[in-house]
T-cell receptor, first 119, second 108 residues
């Protein structure tokens, strides 16, 4: 497989469930990202990992817990979610982490997303 | 502050040119991007432009950058039904900031 692969593509869960979203990249990239895409809102950056170290955590509720066991895999663990957490969760990767110290274009490659519905 | 604004909808007749506009607020942007999202898919990079350029052309796509007005546009020549998608403008400051996306609808 090539590119960025996300599983599951669709997930329906109750507020008391615990589930995980998985992302895998086959591009040899060093940075991985979780974004939340809700209707009529800008893409919200949730977490960034660079070389398996979390470098950004943008005020995301603790009911979302990321994990990056190696540079190719990224997980988002979900527990006690709320209905407003229903959204498309997009994983992305880039060659390097695009901070202010990075002079490159930092092109992001996205997965197809995991559509989450919280009942 | 960091903000990227774009209109939410655009309708264009097949064969015409589409022009999608975007404004941004941070003058220290180094790169500006256009991403495309088709139904049921993630975002796909279409093109990007370095901030010291004012135009970039790639086949049917033309990107124009007006740094003074902080305005970016994407022109799609000879619009086809396959161009129907959501187009996201983004800027790189210390991270990538995305707009809300413009949904392009193609009329027959």
């Amino acid at each position: 497989e090539t590119g960025v692969t996300q599983t599951p593509r669709h997930l329906v869960m109750g507020m008391t469930n615990k589930k995980s979203l998985k992302c895998e990249q086959h591009l040899g990239h060093n940075a991985m990202y979780w974004y939340k895409q809700s209707a009529k809102k800008p893409l919200e950056l949730m977490f960034v990992y660079s070389l398996e170290e979390r470098v950004e955590n943008n005020s995301v509720p603790s009911r979302f817990s990321p994990e990056c066991p190696n540079s190719s895999h990224l997980f988002l663990h979900l527990h006690t979610l709320q209905p407003e957490d229903s959204a498309l969760y997009l994983c992305a990767s880039s060659q390097e982490y695009g901070s202010v110290f990075s002079s490159g274009a930092n092109v992001l490659t996205f997965g197809a997303g995991s559509r989450l519905t919280v009942l | 502050g960091e903000d990227v604004e774009q209109s939410l909808f655009l309708s264009v007749r097949e064969g015409d040119s589409s022009v999608i506009n975007c404004t941004y607020t941070d003058s220290s942007s180094t790169y500006l991007y256009w991403y495309k999202q088709e139904p049921g898919a993630g975002l796909q990079l279409l093109t990007y432009i370095f901030s010291n350029m004012d135009m970039k052309q790639d086949q049917r796509l033309t990107v124009l950058l007006n740094k003074k007005d902080k305005h970016l546009s994407l022109r799609i020549a000879d619009t086809q039904t396959g161009d129907s998608a959501i187009y996201f403008c983004a800027e790189k400051v210390n991270k990538i900031i995305f707009g809300k996306g413009t949904r392009l609808h193609i009329l027959p």
